[in-house]
């Protein structure tokens, strides 16, 4: 079938990590660099991390594997140094850079990816907590003030958001069926929109990840809670959502 064209052509090897991933977020002015919470991602599409890879089914935050002494590790070892290759190359970095991390037996870090945004749905996870106005510290960013600025405050509390999908995703899916329950009072928990659009009153499925669903608790189970009980009050003939967000993390607490 060649599903991949001609990158199919080529083979390439690489080493098996294993480990916890996590996704750490700063925010640069290109010399100085805020560190957001980390969040942990959940890549593949199916349970017990089966199936294909995905633009991310859920995520939790702040990241059960990345404590305080794991995220000065990954500011000093991965984001500086790279801060610092772009300055010396001439290409001083602003804005929101991403660090997609291994974390291995004995502590090992390997980086899998870096990019310069925020990730989708690690971002709802994180600024679920966030108790700040964010656009003061991107305005800070852009104009080479960031040092000035006061640190961030975060709501102590877990967050967890749980996707929902058109069953097929990351392949072949349905779209343009009609969205039920997204208007009930959520208790506290937001629905962010991706793969949808609106036709008179009616929300329909124009994607394959369709809705976000982020909640806050105390802990983390209780915020893989809300936001399940959430998610399960929200239907369209297609929806699909994996059934284990955050619970690696909360076997690990």
């Known amino acids: 079938a060649r599903r991949f064209g001609a990158a199919g052509d080529r083979v390439l090897v690489e080493e098996r990590l294993h480990g916890e991933e996590a996704s750490f977020y700063a925010i640069t002015d290109g010399e100085q660099v805020v560190a957001l919470p980390a969040a942990q991602d959940h890549k593949r599409a199916?349970?017990?991390?089966?199936?294909?890879n995905t633009g991310g089914m859920g995520a939790c935050s702040p990241a059960p594997h990345v404590d305080e002494g794991m995220a000065r590790r990954i500011q000093d070892e991965v984001i500086e140094p790279a801060l610092a290759g772009l300055r010396a190359e001439g290409a001083p970095f602003c804005g929101f850079l991403y660090a997609g991390v291994m974390?291995?037996?004995?502590?090992?870090?390997?980086?899998?990816?870096?990019?310069?945004?925020m990730g989708d749905p690690e971002c709802q996870a994180i600024m679920a907590r966030a108790d700040f106005d964010l656009l003061a510290y991107v305005e800070a960013a852009a104009a080479g003030t960031l040092g000035e600025m006061a640190p961030m405050r975060w709501d102590a509390r877990h967050a967890a958001c749980v996707v929902l999908a058109s069953r097929g995703y990351p392949g072949s899916h349905a779209t343009g069926e009609e969205?039920?329950?997204?208007?009930?009072?959520?208790?506290?928990?937001?629905?962010?929109?991706?793969?949808?659009?609106?036709?008179?009153?009616?929300?329909?499925?124009?994607?394959?990840?369709?809705?976000g669903v982020t909640a806050l608790g105390g802990t983390l189970r209780e915020a893989v809670g809300a936001a399940y009980a959430r998610a399960g009050r929200i239907s369209w003939p297609s929806k699909y959502c994996r059934s284990d967000i955050g619970r690696a993390g909360i076997a690990a607490a």
Do not use: M
């Open 46 to 52: 199916l349970d017990g991390d089966r199936g294909e």
């Open 103 to 117: 974390i291995g037996a004995g502590g090992r870090l390997d980086v899998l990816e870096f990019n310069a945004r």
């Open 179 to 211: 969205i039920a329950g997204i208007g009930e009072d959520g208790g506290g928990s937001v629905v962010f929109h991706a793969g949808t659009r609106r036709e008179g009153p009616r929300v329909l499925t124009a994607g394959g990840r369709v809705l």
